[in-house]
């Protein structure tokens, strides 16, 4: 038997995860051939952040909370891997999993590589060649250390080919948040800001802001929501604040009759909402995946990304972050001049059980 350490620390980790255990629990369905704990780092904790995609993802407990909580990039990464050494001093698993660019993504397998634990790295190889965002740190350090890499595009693929990975340790698997979503699109939930808003189909926008870049400098942000509302041709917004973007503004004073901030949804609410809309505004990379899927059109407030496939073959279009570039995407888009998607290599809901076969078959 294989013994799996699976470690989640934030809200995309969560989604990411859910199909692999979905797959593990069918694979031992004959004989048990994984055993896994899965590893909760804690860098978010509350409700809306964490304990919703575990209910509604049907994500089991943790088995352990390292509760490293909120910090700074340096007092996370010290947490998690003080706590995660801990718990390898115990006992060490077969292969250590990790998902993702978040801070835990980087520190567990730093920990797990020191104590001779390989490390596999799903969304492994993906660049933005952007070394301002912590998160391109997170996937060099993590690339550079890790066994094996499940990746999701084949520019993936090449960037690791690029920087000197074997061949044999690369697997072109797919996009595990992609499983997710068709996992669950027919459970998707009408949120209450539905109703309460009365938002009619196409006829609003969904918009979420968290990176540094866009939210770390109060004026800058207050310039670019004013930007948006100005240019959305008087249809609701509907931004759901990341916690980090909240405790900026908070202190802006921003407001507008069409601008609706509100708490993080759950995923199924998420996701009802972007369905919908007449388009996304967002600066997130999971979700230019999510409108690709949907066919949604994606305007990404990012001069870099790390999925270009969301660009060259989904609804997706970096914008930068000047707001400048707000008005001619929002003409565009409202003369019908925004792309329609197609669907990336393998992006087919069947990842996570490609990942456990050749586990399981090599591990
Ligand atoms: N998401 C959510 N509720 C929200 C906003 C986002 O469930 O209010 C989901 C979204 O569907 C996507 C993920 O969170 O799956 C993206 O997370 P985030 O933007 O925090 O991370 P990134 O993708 O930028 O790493």
């Known amino acids: 038997m294989i013994t799996l350490d699976l470690i989640v620390g934030a809200r995309p980790n969560f989604i990411k995860i859910a199909p692999i255990i979905k797959a593990i629990e069918r694979k031992n369905i004959d004989r048990k051939v994984i055993s896994f704990r899965l590893i909760h780092t804690g860098q978010h904790y509350d409700a809306n952040m964490s304990d919703t995609f575990f209910r509604q993802l049907g994500i089991p407990e943790p088995d352990i909370n390292l509760n490293v909580g909120s910090g700074t990039q340096a007092e996370q990464t010290a947490g998690i891997m003080l706590g995660y050494e801990k718990v390898l001093m115990k006992s060490k698993p077969d292969l250590c999993m990790v998902v993702g660019d978040v801070t835990c993504t980087m520190a567990c397998a730093i920990v ?25 740190i997170n996937r060099i350090v993590t690339d550079s250390i890790t066994d094996w890499f499940f990746t999701t595009s084949e520019t993936a693929n090449n960037n690791l080919i690029r920087s000197g990975i074997d061949d044999e340790k690369i697997f072109f698997v797919g996009n595990t948040m992609v499983d997710t979503l068709l996992a669950n699109r027919s459970r998707f939930i009408r949120p209450e800001i539905w109703d309460k808003l009365r938002l009619i189909e196409k006829e609003y926008f969904v918009m979420t802001l968290h990176r540094p870049a866009n939210v770390d400098e109060g004026e800058k942000l207050k310039q670019l929501i004013n930007e948006i509302v100005k240019h959305s041709h008087d249809l609701p917004l509907v931004f759901p604040v990341h916690p980090r973007t909240a405790r900026i503004i908070s202190e802006l004073n921003i407001s507008n009759p069409r601008l609706h901030m509100i ?7 998420f996701n009802y909402l972007v369905e919908k809309s007449k388009a996304v505004i967002t600066d997130s990379g999971g979700i230019t995946e999510e409108t690709t ?15 270009p496939e969301t660009i060259s073959i989904g609804t997706n279009e970096l914008l930068g972050t000047n707001p400048d570039a707000i ?29 456990i076969e050749i586990i399981s078959k090599t591990a």
């Open 112 to 136: 797990a590589r020191k104590m001779l634990v390989p490390v596999a790295h799903v969304e492994g190889g993906i660049r933005s060649d952007d070394r301002t965002m912590p998160e391109e």
């Open 263 to 269: 708490k993080p949804l759950g995923y199924l609410e």
């Open 327 to 355: 008005a001619p995407a929002m003409n565009r888009l409202f003369n019908g001049g925004w792309k329609t998607g197609g669907i990336p290599p393998l992006w087919d809901g069947h990842t996570a059980e490609r990942i």
């Open 293 to 307: 899927m949907l066919d949604i059109p994606c305007m990404t407030l990012r001069d870099t990304t790390e999925r």
